[in-house]
């Protein structure tokens, strides 16, 4: 396999990127990643070639899609407050990039075309009210870059219908885990509040905490994307990446107490445009797809996010 890691420089694809090169089935890895959220270092002496530019450059595209056996496009905007603020910059990362790396995988020709996996997201479902989100639910975002996503899955759909392209589009829900950063406007909760709890700050809660994610470890989700690969598994249908695991933001606070055995603070403030109140996937189709997987449960994972956070903050859990 010679795999094209877009965006694997940043918190999923570098942790993808290290499972990688330790498989047996895995020639080489390159990645592509503009470093704008990404960072270099993430995959230093990873064994990966990191090449620095942009899924908007087409050339640098069609030159690396061409040697590719697999792409697992991970390159895009990613937060939902920054597309609320600029949704022309999410529109043109998420959509039209998704687009410049699914015509660089055709253009390779039939026969030659590369496995495609696509990141979608839990976003795309939007304000829809159903608690439980199964695939077969309208999709319904309510910020931009749902919306970009929900045209990263329909792209995908339609290069798979017209062209034959063999695609597997995936839907995460909240990732966490090392190398996710903290200490910047746009960071995602568990960093956000491991950061903060670890430098004995108040964390920050949006809304009353009542909120439900469904938390993913990162090793399960590099797990699942590394099987896919090798196994070439593909799909119309975009599939829930995440296991049902209902947690609200209160509750996460509590494990954090619980992982560090000292109370947290929190700040409360008003909810966010955009925010989703609740997000929990059915996990029936992923577990059709990948009976073996067994994902990292939240203690866990929590624990080992702060073992990451402690050793690259230098912080102390007293
Ligand atoms: P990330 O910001 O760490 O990774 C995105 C990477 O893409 C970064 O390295 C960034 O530098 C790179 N990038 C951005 N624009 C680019 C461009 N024009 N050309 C090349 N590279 C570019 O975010 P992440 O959390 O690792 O997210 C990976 C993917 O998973 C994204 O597509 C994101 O939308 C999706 N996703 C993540 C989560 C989550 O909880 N982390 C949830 C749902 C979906």
């Known amino acids: 396999m010679r795999v094209l890691v877009t965006g694997g420089a940043g918190f999923i694809g570098a942790n993808l990127c290290r499972l990688l090169v330790t498989l047996p089935e895995v020639e080489s890895v390159t990645v592509l990643d503009d ?3 990404g960072d270099a270092a993430n995959v230093a002496d990873v ?10 450059d087409r050339e640098v595209l ?13 390159a895009a905007r990613p937060s939902v407050p920054r597309s609320v603020k600029d949704p022309v910059t999410s529109h043109a990362v998420n959509a039209t990039g998704t687009l410049f790396v699914l015509e660089a995988c055709r253009r390779a020709g039939p026969g030659r075309m590369p496995h495609v996996i696509l990141a979608s997201s839990s976003s795309v479902y939007g304000d829809c009210p159903e608690p439980h989100k199964h695939e077969d639910l309208p999709t319904r975002p309510l910020s931009p870059y749902g919306a970009s996503k929900l045209a990263t899955e329909a792209y995908a759909l339609a290069y798979a219908g017209s062209y034959g392209l063999p695609i597997l589009p995936f839907r995460f829900f909240n990732v966490y885990g090392p190398l996710q950063p903290a200490g910047h406007a746009y960071a995602a909760v568990i960093p956000a509040f491991v950061s903060a709890a670890l430098k004995g700050r108040a964390v920050t ?6 909120q439900v994610r469904d938390f993913t470890y990162v090793g399960t989700v590099a797990r699942v994307l590394a099987d896919a690969a090798v196994r070439r598994v593909t799909s119309t249908t975009p599939l829930n990446l995440a296991f049902g695991t209902r947690v609200s933001l209160l509750h996460l606070k509590n494990a954090l107490e619980t992982v560090l055995g000292r109370p947290v603070e929190a700040e409360f403030l008003s909810a966010r445009a955009g925010d989703i109140r609740e997000s929990q996937a059915s996990s029936q189709l992923l577990l059709r ?7 990292v449960p939240l203690d866990e994972g929590l624990r ?8 690259t903050q230098g912080a102390t859990t007293h």
Request: charged share 20%; hydrophobic share 45%; aromatic share 8%.
């Open 35 to 37: 470093l704008s959220s």
């Open 62 to 74: 069609a030159e690396l899609a061409d040697g590719a056996t697999h792409v697992i496009h991970l």
């Open 47 to 56: 064994g990966i070639n990191l090449v620095r530019g942009s899924i908007l």
């Open 304 to 311: 080992l996010t702060v073992t990451w956070f402690e050793k």
């Open 289 to 295: 797809r990948f009976p073996s997987v067994r994902p």
């Open 205 to 210: 809660i949006y809304g009353d905490g009542e």
